[in-house]
């Protein structure tokens, strides 16, 4: 079977969580907004969101189809396809804990998005710069070092290396793409906080040196962050 992942072809944004795991397990999958040919492009994925016959549409991009099924929404997509792909623990609490550590992410993907976009997705940064600078004072003094202390206890308290269990899981994927991308849009306030966090930096370097992730990273595949994506470079928000 070979899935099918629908996300904007120009930003890693949300759909980097479910690329990860793929590459991961190196499943067989088709990122359909970045094919060239007939059955690829954005179209199809516009299609399906604003399909009128389609009772259960997906809100969004991200959105996977698994044959029939087709699941929006990063971590539900994960929660999916963890177990699937090896990556979701051994047991049911297991996949329960790692779909926990998942939305933990997520809320914390929110708040980097929220500090260059804190009114609203509709106006641009520069028309909300005064109000996108208070936000990311809070971010890097309080809320960054508390997400990141956070997954550093559940590391020490699972022996160091992984947040589940002892195999590799999607967390820690979608916990490397969280410190990944505070490094590109944080990189002064990130070098701080980790040095509180040393089990978290561990696992971000752990996770790159995996050989799929590795040759996943290196590979055109990945596309560089950016300034239209969730985790943007703006000097002045890093304080």
């Known amino acids: 079977m070979t899935y099918e992942l629908h996300y904007w072809p120009m930003i890693q944004g949300r759909g980097e969580f479910v690329r990860l795991a793929l590459e991961e397990a190196g499943a067989d999958y088709v990122d359909v907004a970045r094919e060239d040919d007939d059955a690829g492009g954005i179209g199809p994925m516009l299609d399906r969101l604003s399909d009128p016959a389609n009772g259960r549409p997906p809100f969004a991009p991200p959105f996977l189809r698994d044959g029939d099924l087709v699941i929006g929404q990063s971590a539900a997509i994960l929660l999916h396809l963890g177990p699937r792909l090896g990556l979701a623990g051994t047991s049911e609490a297991d996949r329960i804990w790692t779909h926990q550590l998942q939305l933990t992410i997520a809320d914390a993907v929110d708040e980097v998005h ?19 600078l208070r936000r990311a004072l809070g971010f890097r003094q309080t809320r960054m070092p508390k997400f990141l202390e956070y997954f550093e206890r559940v ?32 990189p002064r306030a990130t070098a701080a906080a980790l040095q509180a966090a040393p089990h978290v930096e561990r696992l ?9 992730i590795a040759a996943y990273l290196a590979s055109a595949r990945r596309v560089p962050f950016n300034e239209d994506g969730i985790f943007r470079r703006y000097p002045e928000l890093d304080g």
């Open 114 to 132: 929220d500090t260059h976009h804190p009114l609203g997705v509709d106006l641009y940064y520069a028309d909300q710069k005064p109000e996108a």
């Open 204 to 212: 971000h370097d752990a996770v790159a040196r995996r050989p799929r």
């Open 155 to 186: 590391l020490v308290a699972n022996g160091g290396e992984r947040l589940v269990g002892a195999d590799r899981t999607y967390a820690d994927l979608s916990l490397f793409q969280l410190v990944d991308g505070l490094h590109y849009a944080f």
